[in-house]
């Protein structure tokens, strides 16, 4: 649809209650869905218990106590708008089944996965996202094919957070890049921050693809882990020039960095 849908909670929590799941049952299918639970959470972390959309755009916010909100999308997904993007008091799991961008600001007290399905799909952040609570959380980022961060999109934390972008996350197709873009800086304060592919980034790469040959750019961006570890594992596509497993240059001044201190 090209409409909107606007659901809120005053009290108490939004929820699943349809039996089915996945396309076809989708709890909304509009344009823009705007959800708020102000007491209460969006969904549950279970199959039967997230909202279930079919939507353009999603605006969501669940901050009281340490509600989270749950979502899966069943087509590609545009997170947030100029008006808002997501904030969720407590886990915040977006799992759509193409790719995902975001319009807007995300932040979230617990736990964080955002994830794209999908031979083609990509996750491209353009706006911040913040962890706000206690250590010690982790956001990951999934996305079958590549992770795109466009420039000045950083990641924030309150303490310290585990950062991992996981690309060629699960079709097996040995494609799917990670690209950090000009003044993009990405901050752990103390957690771990792991850059890679497959099924386990810490030991598998990320892959190249032909729209994006090299594994790991770093183009102006940094990455500060405090006391945290830091791992990148890439490889590059299998042909063209300048195929690099990971590639780490400055952007008309400014600097690309990974810095680690105890």
């Given at each position: 649809g090209t409409g909107a849908v606007n659901v809120t909670a005053g009290a108490g929590n939004i929820t699943d209650a349809t039996a089915g799941e996945g396309a076809g049952n989708e709890n909304i299918a509009t344009?823009?869905?705007?959800?708020?639970?102000?007491?209460?959470?969006?969904?549950?972390?279970?199959?039967?218990?997230?909202?279930?959309t079919a939507v353009?755009?999603?605006?969501?916010?669940?901050?009281?106590?340490?509600?989270?909100?749950?979502i899966t999308e069943t087509d590609g997904l545009a997170v947030g708008n100029a008006t808002s993007g997501l904030s969720a008091a407590g886990d915040l799991v977006v799992t759509a089944a193409g790719s995902v961008t975001t319009g807007n600001a995300i932040t979230f007290g617990g736990n964080a996965t955002v994830t794209a399905t999908g031979a083609a799909s990509d996750v491209t952040i353009s706006n911040t996202i913040t962890g706000t609570g206690a250590m010690i959380n982790t956001l990951t980022i999934r996305a079958d094919n590549s992770i795109l961060f466009n420039s000045s999109a950083d990641v924030n934390t309150t303490n310290a957070l585990n950062v991992v972008l996981n690309s060629d996350f699960?079709?097996?197709?040995?494609?799917?890049?990670?690209?950090?873009?000009?003044?993009?800086?990405?901050?752990?304060?103390?957690?771990?921050?792991t850059l890679g592919g497959g099924a386990d980034p810490t030991t598998t790469a990320a892959v190249g693809t032909a729209a994006n040959i090299i594994g790991i750019q770093l183009t102006g961006a940094q990455l500060q882990?405090?006391?945290?570890?830091?791992?990148?594992?890439?490889?590059?596509?299998?042909?063209?020039?300048?195929?690099?497993?990971?590639?780490?240059?400055?952007?008309?001044?400014v600097a690309s960095s990974i810095v680690q201190s105890t």
């Open positions: 344009g823009t869905a705007v959800l708020s639970a102000v007491t209460g959470a969006i969904g549950d972390n279970t199959a039967a218990g997230d909202i279930d353009t755009t999603l605006r969501a916010s669940a901050t009281g106590g340490t509600n989270g909100i749950f699960s079709d097996g197709n040995s494609a799917g890049a990670i690209s950090l873009g000009s003044g993009t800086v990405i901050t752990s304060a103390g957690g771990n921050i882990s405090g006391a945290g570890n830091i791992s990148l594992r890439g490889t590059g596509f299998l042909t063209g020039a300048g195929n690099r497993g990971i590639n780490i240059a400055d952007d008309n001044g």
